[in-house]
């Protein structure tokens, strides 16, 4: 009997860890954040932000460039998730959040105070694929993008996927699409793109970070879709420029709505980003997916750091708003090694006046 | 603690309350012995810890479920739909994935554990059995991302190439073998739970054979039985702590995460071919939970969570009715 016991013992901890994971998500920053008065003891403020997991590696590396020459503050990053992130910059269990899509109308509604989306880095969204025999970049129609997503092109030699792929010999062979399995930022971004080039994915799946995927197999992360990309031929997927570019997979040229093929090179990345500065609102919550422009990588979005424009600790805002003051400046060296791409001039300058507007106590941040 | 002096009054008053109605010592041990007693008290702490904490996490489950229960009802448990944009939730896809990916491990495995465990025991000599339990222990304990990782990069391209296209060829009439062959499948998924279970119920089962009587062995042989006859009497006489061990084993497949969601494709649709990408529901909470915004949302991945701690709760019930089926009217038989 004994083994039964084991097995429910098993079963218990699993559940146990579950439970704990839940509870851990509402409240695990809750002890290192303490009361403002213990943070500024030591002389030194303490920062606490948590979120997004895309921009994480090129955060843990700021952070540690930063304190190199800024050692009165001492600053932490957690990779949670962009809705992780969201939440506790919202019930203000951390000091600063981060997302890879803009808060929406209800969730600026559900946070105390006014909050500022800051614009670090741009991320884009490559189609990678495995067809051996095949050594040239393949090129990509929106529409066929889609409707192979759609499940309505099956074949690799669809005469569509030819028109665009002159001299390129394309197996007869089914497309397996493969797809993130994990809620995410990149698919989030990948179907927003979708959404505004087909009406019928819009009306059918729809826009977010877990769609029903009407074809393929899902991958959990970008290592897992990578994986199975690898290693079954004639597959199909998605993953982050900077993943692809970091172990060399095979990117896909995608036509713009200029009519141009872009390939998914920083510069066009930030390129697509600043074609979209006409259109993008005050607040900086923008899609650029589908930017204008003639070089426009379109399958492209910002990652934000989220600020409350009002902060209640001076000392705490201040350190916060210098290091992204320099994250948006002297970070950006750091973005390019790692294949972030940097924002635009333009964009810079908007940031710019976002962080000045930061306020505590009446009085801005910056001097 | 006997003390024999008659300076003292009686002997209870090493103990003070002996006299009292009511003994805390006595209600705890027989002997009224205080260490005994104190001993006693923290088992019984233990035990009904662990009940506390099942129970805890049952009304913990329900309670943050039930806006899904109350918006689906029933109909969550036969709903194929998984559509969180929509806010539309079903359980089926991952019921169905969870229980046939399990289904398929133990057809492999237990076969191939039994074997092993046989071989050990009764064939191996020494020398190679030794060796060769330690590999098999050595085994139940490497983590499953490294199974996962293996999974992708041998197991899916080898199952894709070499195991796939002749089941196709010879069985593709049945529905359960058609479809296009992409490597990650139901079936890879299953093969995978089988791997990594079979050193678990082959150590176990082991175990079982290693405890049954050398009379009993010595008894068929003396009876003119030969080695595959008493064989039989040996694994007959293990009836019980086998069936354990293969629920321990099934246990495992349930519960597995990790490996599982690198194989199985992720695709929340019931399929009848084996070699369609499927969803188990530890799959579904470790990819979806992290990001999942929305309080419906979060209350359907919950009672997912609900639905595969009773799964677990009726294969244990199942497996103590079989165990005790196998049992009854004998007794003296090896349990692990």
Aim: hydrophobic content about 45%.
């Amino acid at each position: 009997m004994s083994l039964l016991y084991q097995v429910t013992l098993r079963v218990a901890v699993a559940l146990l860890a579950l439970s704990s994971l839940v509870a851990a998500s509402a409240c695990s920053p809750d002890g290192r954040n303490g009361g403002p008065a213990a943070n500024n003891a030591g002389g030194a403020v303490r920062l606490q932000g948590a979120g997004a997991s895309f921009p994480n590696p090129l955060y843990q590396k700021w952070l540690s460039e930063y304190k190199k020459t800024n050692t009165g503050a001492s600053i932490d990053y957690q990779s949670t998730g962009s809705g992780a992130g969201i939440k506790q910059f919202t019930e203000r269990t951390i000091d600063f959040g981060a997302t890879d899509k803009p808060m929406n109308e209800e969730e600026l509604k559900k946070a105390p105070g006014e909050v500022f989306h800051i614009p670090t880095v741009l991320g884009a969204v490559v189609l990678t694929y495995n067809l051996t025999g095949v050594n040239q970049s393949l090129r990509f129609s929106p529409d066929v993008i889609a409707d192979i997503f759609l499940g309505k092109i099956k074949k690799w030699d669809d005469a569509r996927i030819k028109a665009d792929n002159p001299g390129v010999a394309l197996p007869a062979a089914d497309i397996a699409v493969v797809h993130r399995s994990d809620s995410s930022g990149t698919s989030a971004v990948f179907t927003d793109y979708l959404s505004k080039i087909s009406p019928e994915w819009k009306e059918k799946v729809g826009t977010g970070g877990s769609p029903a995927w009407p074809v393929g197999q899902g991958g959990k992360g970008n290592e897992g879709v990578s994986g199975m990309i690898k290693q079954q031929p004639n597959t199909l997927g998605y993953v982050e420029l900077a993943y692809a570019k970091q172990i060399n997979l095979p990117v896909a040229l995608i036509k713009n709505s200029s009519g141009n093929f872009a390939e998914p090179t920083l510069d066009n990345v930030t390129a697509a980003a600043a074609d979209a500065l006409a259109a993008t609102p005050e607040d900086l919550r923008v899609s650029i997916t589908n930017a204008p422009g003639a070089n426009a990588y379109p399958i492209a979005s910002y990652t934000y750091v989220l600020v409350y424009k009002d902060q209640s600790d001076a000392a705490k805002g201040k350190a916060l708003v210098d290091f992204l003051w320099w994250g948006i400046h002297d970070g950006t060296q750091f973005a390019k090694d790692m294949q972030y791409a940097p924002l635009p001039a333009d964009m810079i300058k908007r940031v710019e006046a976002k962080l000045n507007a930061v306020i505590s106590g009446g009085k801005t941040l910056r001097s | 603690m006997s003390n024999p002096q008659p300076a003292l009054p009686t002997p209870a008053s090493a103990y003070g309350a002996r006299a009292r109605v009511w003994d805390w010592r006595r209600a705890l041990s027989p002997t009224g012995d205080l260490g005994d007693a104190v001993f006693r008290g923290a088992l019984f702490l233990c035990a009904l810890l662990l009940l506390l904490i099942v129970a805890a996490m049952i009304a913990a489950m329900a309670s943050m479920s039930t806006l899904s229960m109350r918006e689906f009802g029933w109909g969550f448990l036969t709903s194929s739909q998984w559509n969180p944009l929509a806010n539309k939730f079903g359980a089926w896809p991952f019921i169905y994935g969870t229980v046939m990916s399990s289904i398929i491990a133990l057809l492999i495995s237990v076969p191939l554990s039994l074997g092993v465990a046989v071989f050990l025991v009764e064939q191996a000599p020494a020398r190679v059995a030794r060796p060769l339990t330690f590999l098999v222990e050595l085994l139940a304990a490497i983590p499953s991302v490294v199974y996962g990782l293996w999974g992708i990069f041998v197991l899916a391209p080898f199952l894709r190439v070499h195991v796939m296209p002749p089941l196709q060829n010879w069985f593709g009439f049945l529905p359960l073998f058609q479809g296009s062959i992409t490597g990650i499948s139901l079936l890879t998924g299953g093969v995978i739970l089988a791997i990594m279970i079979t050193p678990i119920i082959s150590a176990v089962v082991r175990d079982v054979l290693a405890a049954v009587p050398v009379s009993q062995r010595e008894a068929a042989l003396a009876l003119g039985a030969t080695r595959w006859e008493t064989t039989r009497v040996v694994l007959a006489n293990g009836g019980p702590g086998i069936a354990g061990a293969i629920i321990l084993g099934l246990g495992r497949a349930v519960g597995e995460t990790m490996a599982v969601t690198m194989l199985i494709g992720n695709r929340p649709e019931v399929s009848a071919s084996l070699f369609a990408p499927s969803y188990t529901i530890a799959s579904v909470l470790a990819n979806e939970f992290r990001e999942a915004t929305g309080d419906l949302y979060v209350s359907a991945l919950v009672q997912l969570g609900l639905i595969l701690f009773f799964v677990t709760f009726v294969i244990n019930g199942a497996a103590r009715l079989l165990v005790w089926s196998v049992t009854r009217g004998t007794s003296g038989t090896a349990r692990a």
